[in-house]
């Protein structure tokens, strides 16, 4: 919980006014019973002090509109001091709230890539809300419940030792019997509380994954396995649920009994008081201790769902704290500038996720210049797309060094090298909006005339015809409304829009149709030609690649060959072999 107290101390003074307010509030609330036994005490035999006595009945008639005005006066300035409490509170509370999910969505964003790749997009998510939701139960409950309870408890025990010690000490002798009972069964709600938490965010995590899929989901008929499966973890966290309930419920059966007798045997013991004679107690002050009695207990028969709601938040501040302290993606503090990328470097690279079981890619010596296009091919498993997210810094080597411009990646800042990057992979990953909306994502300040010249360089002439509204036009999350074709068009143009320095394309037309992807590789082939910048090919179809100025051939991530598409044919290697195939299963296509 020491992180949650970091965030609140940015918000102290805030957070003083909702503590003054609240005690202000509780004061003014109990000194209105005060009024009230002081009322009875005065007025408890009106016939013998008044009018026996020959006082005026406007005499009794002033008397009892003071008291009166007082406890109006108490009241109004309890119910004042409330509303600005609770809108001080509200104020802490959403700006808490705002600053750890914001913070939490910044740490994730820049946690290293190999962090997003055993974990379902949607947990992460999923465990920031809960913190949110949390923490604004926790600071509502804490002011509201618990501070003012301790207000109330210090007042009461000051008032009650003015008129004896041991009136004081029976108050105070209350609250450890209450808070063990509390504390022993809070200790089961805590082990539930986590459980519930990582159900609800494995949940989360497996709907983000059904919906984000649904186009799977129901092509294949799969609506009713995954609602089973779904409703499986559902049936779980409602058990879990349950149990929480049946503990929380038996506290406060157990708080609720303990507090009524502890309250009975407070108010037989004022009965003792008076009959003794003990600190010359009226009955009006009776009175009053007992208000008091209902306003100090009472909230503590809501001590069961303080401390409910305490483990849920700590579990959640747990996860939070965990995933705030997790290692971000390294930057060097004083980096290296980089300027435009005009060389990229393999030098003696290996790399693998847990390199005691062996690398993906294994002594990869390569330096590319600007205005060359190369391209890299090879068997599936053979290291290609381990090379592109070395490039892109997603990963960094085991073994050896990316190199730009001759400067490692490790001393440079990845945010300046991938301002740089264009990169086309083999699933568009467009977003809901407009044409323009997809585009400006990676430059926000890009004009129309520059989307309408890329989009017109990407060969999007077509699209653009049909969209009612040109650039303007919806195309729906994830760009349902367009072909594959006219996805990977839009995935091109955009990154051309940032005039990339180093652009990749990820086989980019892998899932596409024969003849569209001839369209589209002639498109790359057209951007390639400009030699203005490097350009980095991943294939499966090497008749897409054949115009690279270098071939390199992975086999079990090395390079066993590199060179022309004609030197490598005439080698008669794997990359031969891996075209003569291509070429006859591209005849028997044509036969078919």
Same mark, same amino acid.
């Given at each position: 919980m020491k992180i949650l107290l970091s965030y609140l101390k940015q918000h102290k003074t805030l957070l003083f006014f909702a503590l003054l307010l609240a005690a202000i509030n509780q004061c003014f609330s109990l000194c209105d019973s005060i009024i009230t036994g002081k009322l009875i005490n005065k007025f408890g035999d009106s016939y013998e002090t008044y009018f026996k006595s020959g006082a005026s009945f406007s005499t009794f008639a002033k008397d009892l509109l003071f008291f009166l005005s007082l406890s109006i006066g108490a009241a109004m300035m309890s119910r004042i001091a409330k509303n600005f409490q609770d809108y001080f509170t509200n104020i802490v509370i959403q700006r808490t709230g705002a600053q750890m999910y914001t913070d939490g969505i910044k740490k994730a964003l820049s946690l290293p890539y190999r962090d997003f790749e055993d974990q379902r997009s949607g947990e992460t998510l999923g465990r920031l809300q809960k913190v949110k939701t949390d923490t604004e139960k926790m600071v509502n409950i804490f002011i509201s419940l618990i501070f003012q309870f301790l207000i109330g408890m210090i007042f009461v025990v000051v008032y009650a030792v003015t008129f004896h010690w041991a009136i004081g000490l029976l108050f105070v002798l209350t609250i450890p019997i209450i808070a063990g009972i509390s504390s022993f069964l809070g200790k089961k709600i805590k082990a539930i509380s986590k459980q519930i938490l990582g159900e609800t965010t494995a949940l989360a995590g497996a709907t983000t994954e059904s919906l984000r899929n649904i186009e799977l989901v129901k092509s294949l008929g799969l609506v009713e396995q995954e609602e089973k499966r779904l409703n499986r973890t559902t049936l779980k966290i409602l058990g879990l649920e349950l149990k929480k309930v049946r503990?929380?419920? @038996?506290l406060s059966f157990i708080q609720g009994t303990t507090v009524h007798l502890v309250r009975t045997c407070l108010v037989?013991?004022?009965?003792a008081f008076i009959y003794f004679g003990v600190g010359g107690i009226k009955i009006g002050d009776l009175i009053t201790l007992m208000f008091f009695s209902f306003f100090i207990f009472n909230p503590l028969q809501e001590l069961g769902n303080a401390i409910a709601v305490y483990n849920e938040t700590k579990a959640s501040m747990?996860?939070?704290?965990?995933?705030?302290?997790?290692?971000?993606?390294v930057?060097? @503090?004083q980096p290296d500038h980089l300027g435009g990328i005009k060389t990229v470097e393999f030098s003696n690279v290996s790399f693998g996720h847990k390199a005691e079981l062996g690398y993906a890619v294994k002594n990869i010596n390569l330096k590319i210049s600007s205005g060359q296009t190369i391209a890299f091919v090879g068997p599936s498993g053979s290291g290609k797309t381990t090379l592109v997210k070395l490039l892109l810094g997603l990963y960094q080597p085991n073994i050896g060094h990316v190199l730009y411009n001759d400067i490692q990646s490790t001393k440079i800042n990845l945010t300046e090298l991938r301002l740089q990057l264009g990169l086309v992979s083999q699933d568009s990953q467009l977003f809901s909006g407009t044409i323009r909306d997809n585009l400006l994502f990676v430059k926000p300040t890009a004009t129309d005339e520059e989307i309408t010249d890329v989009l017109n360089k990407a060969a999007c002439q077509n699209l653009l015809r049909r969209a009612a509204n040109g650039i303007y036009s919806t195309i729906g999350e994830g760009g349902i409304k367009l072909s594959g074709g006219e996805k990977q068009r839009l995935s091109?143009?955009?990154s051309l829009l940032r005039n990339p320095k180093l652009l990749i394309f990820d086989e980019a037309t892998s899932a596409l149709d024969s003849l569209t992807e001839e369209e589209i590789s002639e498109t790359i082939r057209k951007i390639?030609?400009?030699?203005?910048q490097i350009t980095i090919q991943i294939a499966h179809r090497l008749s897409t690649i054949m115009h690279a100025d270098k071939i390199v051939v992975l086999e079990q991530g090395e390079i066993?060959?590199?060179g022309k598409h004609e030197d490598l044919l005439n080698e008669k290697g794997l990359y031969f072999a891996m075209w003569r195939q291509q070429i006859g299963e591209r005849k028997k296509e044509l036969l078919s």
């Open positions: 503990f929380i419920r @038996s037989f013991a004022l009965y747990d996860n939070f704290e965990k995933l705030m302290h997790a290692d971000s993606e930057v060097p @503090s091109i143009a955009r390639s030609s400009s030699k203005d066993v060959e590199q």
